[in-house]
Structure formats: structure tokens, C-alpha cells
């Protein structure tokens, strides 16, 4: 069973920084596509950010230049460096792994951007 643990999530002023991590019990880590996912009170669930098995990165418009995916795959975690923040990031993070039929969920660590 893929498990996967996020951390670093909190509450940040506006124009502060975080990074979040998603450690992932995958034996082959290196394979999977990682995103990072986000759900706001009231709002469906959006793609943040991801990352393919070469490395490949997309990002939704409204965080790029401010946000980054990478992944260290030694290590079977990604990450999303977070610049800039602004309150209408505020939402749940939740990582995501997909390979195939595998779509596999954690289970979200709260970003909270406030003054």
C-alpha cells in the first residue's frame, strides 16, 4: 500500500516561504509522476504543481515564478518550495503520486498565509 506523508505546512505571513515535503513508501519512487495538489475551503481541489520521472515540471499559472516542485529520488520525497505566498494560497496541500492505474494520496498538511 503507497503511503505518502506530507510535512512542513503551517501559517506564514503574506510574502513569507515555506516548503513542504511528501516522504513516499514507493519502491520505485523514481518512476512515478509527483504533484502537489491544493483544496481551499469552499473550492474544488487544483493542481499546484508536478513533476515527471525526467524531471519535467508543469505549474498552474497562478504560482508560477513563486513556486517549485523537485524531488530527490535517494531520498523517495518531493518538495514544493513556496516564495511570495499570498492569502489566496492559503488551502490544504495534499501530494499526489500516479503511475498507470495507481493515483495514490496524502493526507494534506494546512498553508495558512496571513497577517
Known amino acids: 500500500q503507497v503511503q505518502l506523508v506530507e510535512s512542513g505546512g503551517g501559517l506564514v505571513q503574506p510574502g513569507g516561504s515555506l516548503r513542504l515535503s511528501c516522504a513516499a513508501s514507493?519502491?520505485?519512487?523514481?518512476?512515478?509522476?509527483m504533484g502537489w495538489y491544493r483544496q481551499a475551503p469552499g473550492k474544488q481541489r487544483e493542481l499546484v504543481a508536478r513533476?515527471?520521472?525526467?524531471?519535467?515540471?508543469n505549474y498552474a499559472d497562478s504560482v508560477k515564478g513563486r513556486f517549485t516542485i523537485s524531488r530527490d529520488n535517494a531520498k523517495r520525497t518531493v518538495y514544493l518550495q513556496m516564495n511570495s505566498l499570498k492569502p489566496d494560497d492559503t488551502a490544504v496541500y495534499y501530494c499526489?503520486?500516479?503511475?498507470?492505474?495507481?493515483?495514490?494520496w496524502g493526507q494534506g498538511t494546512q498553508v495558512t498565509v496571513s497577517s
Open positions: 514507493l519502491i520505485s519512487f523514481s518512476v512515478y509522476v
Open positions: 513533476i515527471t520521472s525526467s524531471g519535467g515540471t
Open positions: 499526489n503520486a500516479a503511475l498507470g492505474v495507481v493515483d495514490s
